[in-house]
């Protein structure tokens, strides 16, 4: 039956202008203190009023959660665990306990009991939009790819630990009568997962990737809407006694006229009022914000919490329909600026100053036994599908990380009176410390022991001549696709050695981020969840499934990795140590203008290419792309026979070799031509020209030695191979320093559309004398660096090539076959 109060006036006490009570006056006044324009000059405290005692609790807390944000950075420990951290210093244990309160009497004025009702309010709204962010960023298309090994861990790590949780709460103490209904809330508690959490943690251990990662994942996003439907079981339960079944049967009917009602309602209106590409207008925006307090409303009104109508109005739209701006502007406000007050509520209601010790040994044994369930239970499922203990083990860790909805639960149970401070304060340590201890965990089973090594099959010139080229590109910004997708359309992808390529977006990881590695499957389907990635996804899978239908020979993955820039390269070598890649292709921090001039796009794209530079396990090559995705397909309409035009600067050393490895490579293609630049030394004028040094190091003139045998031996074989090929021009030129080469390459002028060349790493040559000291650019050598140049008149795109061969001692003393 419907309350009968609902809706009615309350009956509110009504004064008159000098403040006294009074009855039966039609014009009423009331006494407000919301603001004052008195400052602290005047008798009257300005922290008597409202709105100045919020802000000064708000910047308090706001500096003690960055405080906290960056004390625990180092330890790589997730967000949530130091904003709940910073919640439980606000509240009773530190700033507003009460030797605060005695001592310091400012916490006491900012944190008394009688002005914390403004700052719960907002933070409860700060916790609605957050947990509508939260149901965003679920894509339940998901769904649909979770195989039954993730669904089995997903719903008995939701199941055996509420048991184990509710159990735990009965038995470790003897509450009263009214909190018996508490152990409702202790299960939810240890049964839920968080998802945001485990993401972020894979995220710093760079594991998102890998098997363990995808499993962890597609578990916690089956645990995460287990767990919410037995939050909602217990909500029902505790509001009403009496009208359980009519709560819970009012929360699945608004659930289903959400999916079938509201959501075509909201997404037609949209699509109406918005033209594609256009930013939301001021009302689209506000009628969405308002559509969350009305949803939170109606579940308030049904019997549960308004949390729930948030957290369903966010699930049913579509993760990549607001827009990338609109998550990121909701996310600062709600979640970085209104939610920290949510926590510092939490902490005002969490007295652990008046535990004892048996208290504190209880909440030790409670968090202890907490981890238990989930373990058990994946590990039992691990076993079931084959897999091994150490991964059974480090799945059931990471289940046990917790995120908000735990937190969220016990404040729910905490508000319905069904549970003690005891009660509460147990269970939200338990909470913290089941956070703080998931990620070393993690980090000790999953660290690693070694360096990325390269081995035989990521060596261009070591590939045989049948197997299969296993390519990784970067992308940062969508302008660079075009220059890549040339690059590999005159890779001579054949029948006998086929091309794979893995197109790997790379984007800054930000704060609220959880779809961290996006696989999108074959080029040649559609995109799935791609929120976080914007627009620029429909864009390069056009890009790659116009390379695959030009070339049959070519397969393409795209991928999405979205991580820090200083811990990027990570991800990329991985990535390429798990695909087994040969050739890992970066494009150029630098973009050319209209111009002709070339402007850096990011600093931090410098920064990555050189940690890739220094830690890959396969070849890297830097594409400098001015204009090369343009021209070749400008040259084949005009029916150009050799409309891609190469010339390869051979100095000597390991990259060189490898790059001339590559340029082979794409000289058999039909639409290409090569020239081969050869500089050999003359000894007699560089000797003339240079002083002698006797007590030279043996060891580097032992070393140069070699190397220009490999040098001759690789040469030697390129020559034998292409000896009956017109479309292959092999040149050599006498030199006997940097001075003279970079004469000899002034003149080759405008006559080719690619260069390529090696880096150099490592490797002196009198050829290239004096050359380092001015360079630039050092990721790409001396020579490359010197064909960017504004003195030197091409205007042709660059690819520098750099092997590792350092990272593989006597490579290049070996005799090795070319392509």
Not at 219 to 248: C, E, P, Q, R
Not at 250 to 271: E, G, N, Q, Y
Not at 773 to 795: A, N, Q, R, V, Y
Request: aromatic fraction near 10%; include cysteine.
């Amino acid at each position: 039956m419907v309350n009968p109060n609902f809706l009615k006036t309350p009956e509110i006490p009504s004064y008159n202008v000098r403040g006294k009570q009074v009855a039966g006056v039609d014009k009423l006044c009331y006494m407000t203190d919301t603001v004052t324009d008195n400052g602290i000059w005047e008798e009257i405290n300005p922290l008597d009023s409202k709105l100045p005692i919020f802000i000064f609790q708000l910047a308090i807390v706001l500096f003690v959660t960055r405080l906290c944000l960056l004390l625990l950075k180092p330890l790589r420990q997730p967000h949530f665990a130091a904003e709940l951290l910073a919640g439980i210093l606000v509240g009773s244990t530190a700033i507003a306990s009460e030797f605060a309160r005695e001592h310091i009497p400012a916490f006491g004025a900012i944190f008394a009991a009688s002005r914390i009702m403004m700052m719960e309010t907002v933070g409860n709204l700060g916790l609605i939009y957050h947990v509508f962010l939260l149901g965003l960023e679920m894509d339940l298309r998901a769904l649909t790819s979770v195989g039954p090994k993730a669904l089995g861990i997903g719903i008995a790590g939701a199941i055996f630990p509420f048991v184990i949780g509710a159990s735990l709460y009965t038995f470790i103490a003897d509450y009263p009568e009214s909190f018996r209904w508490g152990f409702l809330y202790w299960g939810v508690a240890l049964s839920v997962t968080g998802l945001p959490v485990i993401a972020e943690i894979f995220a710093k251990l760079k594991l998102l990737h890998s098997e363990i990662g995808r499993i962890a994942m597609s578990s916690a996003l089956v645990n995460d809407l287990s767990s919410w439907f037995l939050l909602v079981v217990s909500l029902s339960i505790t509001s009403s006694y009496s009208s359980t079944y009519l709560s819970l049967f009012s929360a699945i009917v608004f659930i289903i006229f959400s999916i079938f009602a509201i959501r075509p309602a909201l997404l037609w209106v949209i699509r109406r009022r918005t033209r594609d590409g256009e930013e939301f207008s001021e009302a689209i925006v506000c009628a969405i914000l308002a559509m969350v307090l009305a949803c939170g409303l109606v579940t308030d009104i049904c019997g549960v919490s308004s949390m729930l109508g948030a957290f369903v109005f966010g699930l049913i739209i579509p993760p990549d329909f607001l827009g990338h701006r609109f998550v990121l502007m909701l996310q600062g406000f709600a979640s970085d600026l209104l939610l920290p007050l949510y926590y510092a509520s939490l902490g005002m209601r969490t007295h652990l100053g008046g535990l004892n010790k048996e208290d504190v040994l209880m909440m030790v044994l409670v968090s202890f036994f907490s981890f238990i369930p989930k373990i058990v239970s994946t590990i039992a499922v691990s076993y079931l599908y084959r897999m091994s203990l150490r991964e059974g083990f480090t799945l059931g860790v990471l289940m046990n990380t917790k995120g908000l909805v735990a937190v969220m639960a016990m404040s729910l149970g905490r508000d319905h009176t069904v549970m003690n401070e005891d009660g509460f304060a147990i269970m939200l340590f338990t909470i913290f410390f089941m956070s703080i201890a998931t990620s070393p965990i993690v980090n000790f089973l999953y660290r690693r022991t070694k360096r990325f090594l390269p081995s035989q099959h990521r060596v261009l010139q070591d590939l045989k001549p049948d197997a299969e080229l296993r390519i990784l590109t970067c992308i940062h910004e969508v302008q660079t696709v075009a220059g890549i997708t040339a690059l590999l359309d005159i890779s001579h992808a054949s029948r006998r050695s086929p091309i794979c390529v893995f197109a790997l977006q790379l984007m800054q990881l930000k704060k609220h981020t959880t779809a961290l590695l996006i696989v999108h499957g074959s080029s040649r389907t559609s995109s799935e969840s791609v929120s976080k990635v914007g627009g620029q996804i429909d864009q390069l899978i056009a890009a790659f499934n116009n390379l695959e239908h030009q070339n049959p020979m070519v397969s393409v993955q795209l991928l999405t990795a979205i991580s820090p820039y200083g811990t990027m390269h990570e991800d990329v070598c991985s990535i390429a140590e798990e695909k087994q890649v040969t050739l890992i292709i970066l494009p150029f921090h630098k973009r050319q203008t209209i111009h002709n001039n070339m402007e850096e796009m990011n600093p931090a794209y410098k920064d990555v290419n050189n940690n890739i530079l220094a830690n890959a396990p396969s070849t890297v090559g830097i594409l400098v792309d001015r204009g090369f995705g343009t021209l070749l397909p400008t040259k084949k309409d005009e029916g150009i026979s050799r409309s891609c035009r190469i010339a390869m600067i051979f100095i000597g050393g390991p990259d060189d070799r490898e790059a001339l490895a590559y340029a082979l490579r794409m000289a058999r293609h039909p639409k290409v031509s090569l020239t081969v630049l050869r500089f050999i030394l003359d000894e007699s004028r560089a000797i003339a020209g240079s002083t002698q040094n006797d007590d030279a190091d043996f060891s580097v003139i032992m070393g140069a030695e070699a190397e220009k045998q490999a040098d001759d031996l690789l040469v030697n074989e390129f020559r034998h191979k292409v000896q009956n090929d017109g479309s292959i021009v092999y040149i050599e030129e006498m030199s006997s320093n940097g001075a003279e080469t970079v004469k000899i390459i002034a003149t080759l002028g405008q006559d080719f559309d690619l260069y390529v060349v090696g880096r150099g790493l490592g490797f002196f040559s009198p050829l290239k004398g004096g050359l380092d000291e001015w360079s630039d650019c050092p990721e790409l050598g001396s020579i490359g660096d010197l064909l960017l140049t504004s003195d030197f008149s091409s205007s042709a795109s660059i690819f520098v090539v750099q092997q590792h061969a350092w990272l593989n001692p006597g490579s290049s003393t070996q005799g090795n076959s070319i392509l």
